[in-house]
């Protein structure tokens, strides 16, 4: 069965500093990737998704995702972190031997600091 | 606008006691599915339909139980049998296929 990870369960960043959160998944082939936000009480938003293509994928608010087949890996990146960005964020695959679901890590919880 | 409506926002419940969550999509999307969050554990699959009238159990479907009688509804009835029941639940659709999930806005559901 597929798997992600999320090794930092916990960032905090300075406002106006990059950011890189990691994510890695456990699967045979290419999986479809995701990443969302979520804020404190709320339900979930898509930041950007990685189908095939160009392994760059922009997003929403900002966000990049740079999916790395030989890493097992879809890390998402933004260059300059603002303080309305802090949020939990999630990785999540859909892989072709899951039926119709998505599996997603554990989350990173980000903190900005003024 | 189309998009997931969850309710309650807040619920309560006292224990021994089932308390049925409500789960409504107008996006026309085909499959449904219903996630447990708790602190630090991300999110878990306790139900998801891919069409009407069937439904799979997901990671942790014990003490808790679904019906989907119409496309647009997917209610998750929480029983007397879940022995932790106090958790944010939420529901999330998609077309066929492996396209992104939309979600609600979540219930926070609390044992009393």
């Known amino acids: 069965a597929q798997s992600v990870t999320q090794p930092d369960i916990h960032i905090t960043v300075s406002e106006g500093a990059s950011l890189e959160l990691r994510c890695n998944y456990s699967?045979?082939?290419?999986?479809?990737l995701f990443w969302y936000v979520q804020s404190p009480g709320q339900g979930l938003q898509l930041l950007l998704k990685y189908f095939s293509g160009d392994t760059l994928v922009q997003g929403i608010k900002g966000f990049e995702a740079e999916f790395k087949r030989s890493q097992s890996s879809f890390n998402l990146r933004k260059p300059s972190v603002h303080w309305s960005d802090a949020a939990e964020y999630f990785c999540?695959?859909?892989?072709?031997?899951?039926?119709?679901?998505?599996?997603f890590g554990g989350g990173t919880r980000l903190m900005v600091k003024p | 606008d189309g998009g997931i409506t969850q309710s309650p926002k807040y619920l309560f419940r006292k224990e021994g006691q089932n308390v049925t969550l409500s789960c409504e999509q107008n996006l026309n999307h085909d499959a449904m599915y219903w996630y447990r969050q708790d602190p630090g554990q991300g999110l878990r699959l306790i139900y998801y339909s891919q069409i009407v009238n069937d439904f799979q159990k997901g990671d942790i479907a014990e003490g808790y139980s679904v019906s989907r009688e119409k496309k647009e509804s997917f209610p998750l009835t929480v029983t007397s049998a879940q022995k932790n029941p106090t958790a944010f639940y939420l529901c999330a659709s998609t077309r066929w296929g492996r396209t992104e999930a939309f979600f609600g806005q979540g219930t926070r559901l609390t044992v009393v």
């Open positions: 999540a695959v859909w892989a072709n031997n899951a039926g119709n679901m998505l599996t």
């Open positions: 699967y045979g082939a290419t999986p479809y």
